[in-house]
């Protein structure tokens, strides 16, 4: 390996660190992140699979890294380096039976790289997020003896894994993975009590902080089989155990005036403060079936099937009246022709897909269920092995029903899928 491709290999670990930092910024705002672990995010967050529906349980490329199935690793070339970025951002609005608001919110979305290590062996490392929190939600009551009194339910923060990947191939056939996961994050909720109409009553604000840092497995199987004239079947199915995460957690309750509307707090007294209980977090185990369906350089389909058990979800030994949760994708992408000199748009990837998802949160007796339809190109740069990716997903999450909060969703992410030969013997320098 010659200097420059060190110097490269550097750079990448070093965004790869920093990287970290960006993932601390609440990239979500929704009211129905205060439930659990927050909003969770799949592993399927590439851009390349966003547009296909999220569809990733059963995908291969030697250009992407696919995270969701660490089976999938030992498509990587043999002598290739692979870099995989991107970003997402999302316009929201939300409505009940009477109001109706809009937010945005940007991040950085992934940071994954795939490299061999020996002829049946390959390996992966990358930054996820696992979950988001951002809400801020005022409710307003009435009671005879105070009158009227609001609170507000603010929170920040999500969950995040860096992980090492492992992808074997048994066969020409069948091929086994695994991820090490270490989870990292801080999630902060508060309430504020307060009363609109009278300056001489004093606040109270109620904030827990909880900081969580452990390490979890998920496996992935893969199955490969040609059928003939260029046409190959994939089949791919993942577990990922259940784990009891380590969590930190700081209590504090304390009266004030001010802090209303992000306002000075002038502390008055602290009522109850509990520092650095130690605790865990059970987060379930959770099973993943998928296959895909591939014209090799022109077309491909596939379907994923999810399912998670968060009715076993507990933090510090109490659960959160948690559903199980599951979601089905489907997905494709078709290329005119990946090798036409004549015409780039020829050479683009058109892809498409469509997921429902099932949620773990159930208001009032009614489930918060999503679906999104989602379409993207991959755009190849001209004389590189590097792609853009772009993809859009349309949406809806939750219900206007009981004066429920109802979502619909635009989301964008933007990746680059690098590609580069580092590891090429040369006959000559």
Same mark, same amino acid.
């Given at each position: 390996?010659? =200097?420059?491709?060190? !110097? ?16 601390? /910024? ?23 699979? /966003? ?19 660490? $089976? ?20 929201? &609005?939300? #409505? ?47 009671? %005879?003896?105070?009158? *009227? ?18 992808? =074997? ?10 991820? $090490? ?20 009553? $004093? ?7 909880? /900081? $969580? ?9 893969? =199955? ?49 403060? #509990? ?22 350089? !022109? ?11 968060? %009715? ?34 020829? *050479? ?6 469509? #997921?429902?998802?099932? &949620?773990?949160? /159930?208001?009032?007796? %009614? ?25 859009? %997903?349309?949406?809806? !999450? ?28 040369? #006959?000559?320098?």
């Amino acid at each position: 390996m010659n =200097f420059n491709r060190l !110097r490269k290999i550097q750079l990448l670990l070093t965004l790869l660190t920093g990287s970290i930092a960006a993932f601390a /910024q609440t990239g979500i705002d929704s009211p129905y992140s205060r439930f659990g672990v927050g909003m969770t995010q799949n592993k399927n967050t590439n851009a390349r699979f /966003q547009a296909m529906g999220g569809v990733s349980n059963a995908m291969t490329s030697i250009r992407v890294v696919n995270p969701s199935n660490p $089976a999938t690793y030992t498509s990587f070339d043999s002598l290739s380096f692979i870099f995989n970025a991107g970003f997402n951002g999302s316009s929201v &609005t939300y #409505r009940t039976t009477t109001q109706t608001e809009q937010g945005t919110n940007a991040t950085l979305s992934y940071v994954t790289m795939g490299f061999p290590v020996t002829r049946w062996w390959r390996s992966s490392l990358g930054l996820l997020p696992y979950s988001q929190v951002g809400y801020n939600i005022k409710l307003s009551f009435y009671d %005879e003896q105070i009158g *009227r009194y609001n609170k507000v339910f603010k929170g920040t923060g999500g969950l995040n894994e860096v992980y090492w990947g492992n992808g =074997f191939k048994i066969s020409d056939h069948f091929s086994a993975g695994v991820n $090490a996961n270490y989870i990292f994050g801080r999630n902060t909720n508060s309430i504020l009590l307060y009363s609109p109409d009278s300056a001489y009553y $004093a606040n109270t604000k109620t904030e827990s902080r909880l /900081q $969580a840092s452990d390490f979890m497995l998920d496996y992935g199987i893969l =199955f490969k089989h040609g059928l003939g004239n260029k046409l190959d079947l994939n089949i791919g199915l993942t577990y990922s155990q259940k784990v009891n995460l380590s969590v930190k957690r700081e209590y504090l309750v304390r009266s004030m005036f001010g802090g209303v509307d992000d306002g000075v707090e002038y502390i008055l007294d602290t009522i109850d403060y #509990r520092p650095k209980e130690k605790g865990t977090i059970i987060l379930p185990d959770g099973l993943g079936f998928g296959f895909s369906l591939v014209k090799q350089n !022109r077309w491909l389909v596939g379907m994923d099937l999810n399912w998670k058990n968060w %009715e076993k979800y507990k933090v510090f030994g109490s659960n959160d009246s948690l559903n199980n949760s599951w979601n089905v994708a489907l997905g494709g992408q078709f290329t005119p022709n990946n090798t036409s000199i004549s015409g780039y748009w020829k *050479r683009v990837s058109y892809r498409m897909g469509t #997921r429902y998802e099932h &949620t773990y949160i /159930q208001l009032l007796g %009614e489930p918060i269920n999503e679906f999104g339809i989602s379409f993207g190109v991959g755009l190849p740069l001209p004389r590189t092995n590097t792609t853009i990716d772009v993809s859009a %997903e349309i949406g809806r !999450r939750g219900t206007t029903n009981k004066n429920l909060i109802q979502e619909t969703f635009v989301n964008f992410t933007l990746g680059a899928s690098i590609y580069e030969r580092w590891f090429e013997k040369r #006959r000559y320098n």
